[in-house]
């Protein structure tokens, strides 16, 4: 038995922008029907800004595959084609409060599709999986698949690539061969478990920039004489004052970077600071 939260059931069980697009700008297909899941993404995009504007699905899996599909859809519209790429399967998770582990390959399909949709609306030709060496031959997972999943979801049992691919899932005849194709990738580089910030809500943002500023920014400005104000904070932008002996400071261009490298490293890696 599986242990969803509740917005999995409520995306499996009300799921949004369910359908086709009429006419679409891109469309991403992956999976098969024969080995269980498939996935196809049909999206709207403004051709002026490259934002998405519409995406529906269709999808023929399991609750994960409709609750991941219908949340991927929600994730992206409104986004810019680049934004969009910058979703991973995690995040489709994660934004589903997670799945149970042996349903990651969901989030994986959503994240293909997408990827594929795009690369349809650039017309960047989709690469076949069929002509990628098939490890898994019950669920017609490539080598390339699993190197490229593992990499990017930190993977290193044979047991995380069942999950998140299906591959050794079925007959478990290739289970040897993914066990060595894991000990190669992994030979030189180690698994490195991302440590992803929390998403904060702009409240939380804003009084950790302020907490940030005040402890660890503002004590080594005064110190030196100098000191910073707040002007404002809108979305990821700091809008500062230098005050003190910082104004003027042949050497603002540099405290500015500091500033915003510190900020950066406790808030989040989009954060901008600006002088007034």
Avoid at 28 to 41: F, K, M, P, T
Avoid at 214 to 238: C, F, H, M, T, Y
Avoid at 249 to 262: P, R, Y
Wanted: glycine share 8%; net charge negative.
């Amino acid at each position: 038995m599986w242990d969803y939260t509740d917005k999995v059931k409520e995306f499996f069980l009300n799921p949004k922008n369910i359908g086709e697009i009429d006419n679409p700008d891109a469309v991403g297909e992956v999976g098969s029907i024969i080995c269980g899941d498939a996935l196809r993404l049909t999206l709207k995009v403004d051709k002026e800004t490259n934002r998405i504007i519409d995406a529906r699905f269709q999808t023929f899996g399991c609750a994960s595959a409709i609750a991941s599909s219908s949340a991927l859809t929600e994730l992206i519209k409104g986004k810019t084609l680049d934004e969009a790429l910058q979703i991973s399967n995690q995040d489709i998770a994660d934004f589903l409060g997670g799945l149970p582990k042996e349903k990651m390959h969901c989030s994986v399909m959503g994240r293909e599709a997408l990827e594929a949709a795009i690369n349809n609306y650039k017309g960047i030709p989709t690469v076949v999986e069929e002509e990628g060496r098939v490890v898994c031959q019950c669920f017609n997972v490539t080598e390339e698949k699993i190197r490229k999943v593992a990499m990017e979801n930190h993977l290193t049992t044979v047991d995380d690539i069942t999950n998140y691919t299906k591959a050794g899932g079925g007959c478990g005849e290739c289970k040897s061969e993914i066990e060595a194709i894991l000990r190669d990738i992994w030979l030189i580089k180690k698994p490195e478990k991302l440590t992803k910030q929390k998403k904060l809500t702009n409240l939380q943002k804003i009084a950790l920039i302020q907490e940030i500023i005040e402890k660890e920014i503002r004590p080594a400005l005064q110190s030196d004489g100098g000191d910073i104000e707040i002007i404002d904070i809108e979305g990821n932008k700091v809008v500062i004052a230098m005050r003190g002996m910082c104004t003027g400071c042949v050497m603002s261009g540099v405290t500015i970077d500091s500033i915003q490298n510190k900020l950066r490293e406790f808030v989040g890696e989009e954060i901008t600071v600006e002088v007034q």
